[in-house]
């Protein structure tokens, strides 16, 4: 991702952003309600348009490409609020995502990676809890062996049982190579899993790290722009 | 007697209005779109069929099939070029859209083929007068089960469609939230071009039957719109079974009241139809199972 600017009519939401995600490694992104990071994320799976900037996958511009091709392509992005097609069953929200990109993720592979829906695989998705709601959003988006998974606001409106069980889940999707972008509100949760940490402030990064070489606090200053107001101040 | 054979007409009358709303239906279905041209594109369509018999002297069966593969494409460019825009800009577009297509069919088909009455009728032959005497006062026409039998087969061949098939939960999925499915991998635009083809060709097949069964002319779509409308609401928004049930009911009210008298069929079909949205808004299978399109794009950051 180079030098990547998106916006909502006249509100700049990401500012000139560039990125790069290899392969297997997981990068958090961190920061504050409109911070961006959602809207980086729609960018970069194509719900979202760029006013300007590259997006590739593996080198190849994928800019112009439309999200449901992109899916073909190797991305794909857990929407904030899960948002699964309520009135359908588990297994035919995992049923309608399969793209064809070869790869270890079908549906068995789903229930087995999230042993709780298997009893729920005929329930309508509209009917789960959160937190089967997000194993289910999860679930959907691996069938289509995703390169790359974007997952938006992972925790939020869980319980940490639920959580805990996504997060374990995380280590199977490393095991298959794909690399990780998570959005997550929990600090503690996104230094522990993450190899990088990216924190976001007003549509720009401001703090870019290896994730064991962060403190809490460090990110904490990023996150509200603390530093940078001290700055301001002393001018 | 004679009230039970207005039930048996009503019923195959009844398939008529069900065939004629079936695509409304699907529509709003779908897409969420409440097509006005409706009952437009089903008189384009068996102007289409009247076209290729009088002037290619094709056999009927023949300009059927024609008709439904000219509509199909008709559809699906309608939605690519016209309907997929106006959805991008809220609720009411699509349907101002779909009025003002309602206004350029019928003028066009005034000039294509001036303001006078048409009928298949005569082309059709024995289909159109062939009956099943049943008692010395009941008999059934065959062009009439023939309706109702084409409408149980669209009806139950879509909901099986809808029900049993991946591409069927695809469309559902689309339908329940476009940006969702197209983050799965789900051309959203693709299937609502789909839906609309398929919508559009089964219109014609309503607008054939009523050619067939009795006249047509270039502004005779607005009426059907009417009976199609009513139909889908009694039966309940977006619920395709409750579509076909629908247009029965409409159908059996309009034959009673015209035992009543003659001039009161349309009037009993009316009040049905606002008992039905006065008693129960929703109709009578609600669309529960489709669910309403959650307009949930707006800021997210």
């Known amino acids: ?96 995502a399969a793209a064809t990109r070869p790869g270890p993720w079908n549906v068995e592979a789903v229930l087995e990676a999230f042993p709780n829906l298997r009893r729920l695989r005929r329930r309508t998705a509209g009917t789960l809890s959160g937190g089967e709601q997000q194993a289910t959003a999860i679930g959907r988006a691996l069938m289509s062996n995703p390169s790359v998974l974007l997952l938006d606001e992972v925790s939020l409106g869980l319980s940490p049982a639920a959580v805990d069980l996504v ?18 509100q929990d600090l503690g949760r996104a230094l522990d899993v993450a190899d990088r940490v990216v924190c976001m402030l007003e549509g720009r990064f401001v703090l870019e790290a290896k994730g064991h070489d962060l403190s809490y606090e460090q990110v904490t200053r990023a996150y509200f722009g603390l530093d940078r107001s001290v700055a301001a101040d002393a001018q | 007697m004679i009230w039970l054979n207005a039930v048996i007409q009503g019923v195959l009358l ?38 290729l018999l009088s002037t290619y002297h094709v056999p009927l069966a023949l300009a059927v099939v024609v008709a439904l593969a000219v509509m199909l494409a008709l559809g699906y460019l309608l939605q690519l070029a016209v309907l997929d825009r106006s959805l991008r800009s809220g609720v009411l577009t699509p349907l101002l859209a779909t009025f003002g297509l309602s206004v350029v069919v019928q003028n066009a088909l005034l000039i294509a083929f001036s ?13 159109a007068i062939s009956s099943w005497r049943l008692t010395s006062e009941i008999s059934l026409p065959l062009l009439g089960v023939l309706t109702l039998a084409v409408a149980i087969l669209v009806v139950e061949g879509l909901q099986a469609f809808l029900r049993r098939t991946t591409l069927g939960a695809q469309w559902r999925a689309a339908s329940e939230d476009a940006e969702a499915a197209r983050v799965v991998g789900i051309d959203a635009s693709r299937i609502y071009a789909a839906a609309t083809a398929l919508a559009v060709a089964i219109a014609a097949l309503g607008g054939i039957a009523l050619a067939l069964r009795s006249t047509f002319e270039p502004s005779a779509g607005p009426t059907q719109l009417i009976f199609a409308f009513e139909a889908v609401v009694i039966g309940g928004l977006g619920s395709l079974r409750g ?6 009911l409409l159908g059996i009210a309009q034959a009673l009241g015209s035992v009543v008298n003659p001039q009161y069929a349309v009037l009993a079909g009316h009040l049905v139809f606002l008992a039905v949205l006065a008693g129960r808004n929703s109709g009578l299978l609600s669309a529960a199972r489709w669910q309403a399109l959650r307009p949930r794009g707006g800021v997210t950051t």
């Open chain 1, 167 to 184: 997060y374990g889940s995380f280590q199977k999707v490393r095991a298959q190579g794909s690399a990780m972008l998570i959005v997550e």
């Open chain 2, 115 to 127: 303001p006078d009455v048409r009928s298949l009728g005569g082309d059709a032959g024995s289909l």
């Open chain 2, 14 to 51: 009844g398939g008529f209005y069900a065939l004629l709303a079936c695509g409304l239906s699907i529509m709003f279905g779908v897409m969420r779109i409440i097509n006005l041209a409706h009952g437009d594109l089903a008189v384009l369509g068996a102007y289409v069929v009247w076209l």
């Open chain 1, 1 to 96: 991702m180079e030098r990547l600017s998106a916006g909502h009519g006249l509100l700049q939401a990401v500012r000139d952003v560039s990125l790069e995600l290899e392969a297997g490694q997981t990068l958090a992104l961190v920061g504050a309600n409109g911070a961006g990071k959602s809207t980086l994320l729609r960018s970069i799976a194509g719900v979202h348009r760029p006013t300007s900037g590259r997006i590739k996958l593996e080198g190849r511009d994928v800019t112009n490409i439309p999200a449901h091709r992109r899916v073909r392509l190797g991305v794909a992005l857990v929407l904030e609020g899960r948002r699964l097609f309520p009135g359908l069953t588990v297994e035919e929200n995992l049923r309608v």
């Open chain 2, 243 to 248: 579509t076909l049930i629908g247009g029965i």
